[in-house]
């Protein structure tokens, strides 16, 4: 079985690629920019013409979400038009293809969890460019479209490694209190991925496609998460909750982009553990870096 994964180099690429050191029974192939622009039509058919994968695992993405509102051109063409290239090499191979969005999709108006039914309304320029490009992947019967949030590794920059930065540089931290969801360990969400290509490639008949939502189970504000982060870090700073209206953004964010898990579960099995505990995993992880 051969499973290409694109953007490699990302918080999700990094963590399948640790997974894959202990997985000898799979050829998995890691690409980034360097080996494969995926903006680049022609190359990707090449590519996929001498590589047949069996699976495609996408997680290239534009994610600088402000920069995107002053630079939709690009965000569009990685975040969509080059989902269209994927897309189409994946139907000449019949590959099955993993693509990632974002709870960026829904405007965060909803006061409960979201579906997978739900209406989406994007509220940002990022947004609007991962729905798009969700849209394109499922021209594909053999699409599988994962939703996440939030998402975190002990790889790359993110939410967690910023707060532990700072809570050592700082005495206060000031973080958004009023912006609902629920973080995602990028290996949690790795492992969900391999454990569904495992069911599928255990019995073709349990391929299920469509959209699917995944991030850890529980929510909590940004504050929340932050102050988790210190409390596990074991930092000597204090965190102050403050309002959206506090901390403009370019971007505007879904205030409350809960994500239901239901689907994943029934349909694959998947584990969902709770956003502390994987918090918990991640950073003791970093202490051992």
């Known amino acids: 079985m051969k499973i290409?994964?694109?953007?490699?180099?990302?918080?999700?690429?990094?963590?399948i690629q640790n997974i894959s050191k202990k997985d000898h029974s799979v050829q998995y192939i890691f690409t980034d920019y360097a080996e494969l622009d995926i903006t680049d039509k022609r190359s990707v058919k090449t590519f996929f013409a001498e590589q047949k994968p069996d699976f495609l695992i996408n997680c290239a993405a534009y994610t600088a979400v402000d920069k995107a509102e002053l630079d939709f051109e690009n965000a569009m063409i990685l975040n969509a038009d080059a989902v269209a290239n994927l897309v189409e090499s994946c139907k000449i191979c019949n590959t099955i293809f993993f693509h990632i969005s974002t709870d960026y999709v829904f405007d965060g108006e909803k006061p409960s969890a979201y579906s997978e039914n739900d209406r989406t309304n994007p509220v940002s320029a990022y947004g609007k460019t991962k729905l798009s490009g969700e849209q394109k992947a499922l021209n594909y019967n053999k699409t599988i479209v994962i939703r996440t949030s939030w998402l975190y590794s002990a790889f790359g920059n993110n939410f967690v490694k910023t707060m532990l930065r700072l809570s050592s540089e700082r005495e206060e931290i000031k973080v958004v209190a009023d912006q609902i969801g629920?973080?995602?360990?990028?290996?949690?969400?790795?492992?969900?991925?391999?454990?569904?290509?495992?069911?599928?490639?255990?019995?073709?008949?349990?391929?299920?496609?469509?959209?699917?939502?995944?991030?850890?189970?529980?929510?909590?504000?940004?504050?929340?998460?932050?102050?988790?982060?210190?409390?596990?870090?074991?930092?000597?700073?204090?965190?102050?909750?403050?309002?959206?209206?506090?901390?403009?953004?370019?971007?505007q964010r879904p205030q409350y982009s809960l994500l239901s898990k239901r689907k994943i579960q029934n349909d694959y099995g998947v584990d969902v553990p709770h956003w502390k505990t994987s918090l918990e995993r991640c950073i003791n992880q970093l202490q051992m870096l």
């Open 4 to 15: 290409l994964v694109t953007g490699s180099n990302g918080q999700l690429g990094s963590e």
């Open 182 to 251: 629920s973080p995602t360990y990028a290996e949690d969400l790795a492992n969900a991925i391999l454990k569904m290509i495992e069911k599928i490639t255990e019995n073709p008949e349990n391929l299920k496609t469509g959209i699917y939502h995944f991030s850890n189970d529980g929510h909590c504000s940004w504050y929340d998460f932050a102050k988790e982060i210190i409390k596990i870090g074991n930092k000597n700073c204090l965190v102050a909750p403050i309002s959206t209206d506090e901390y403009p953004t370019l971007a």
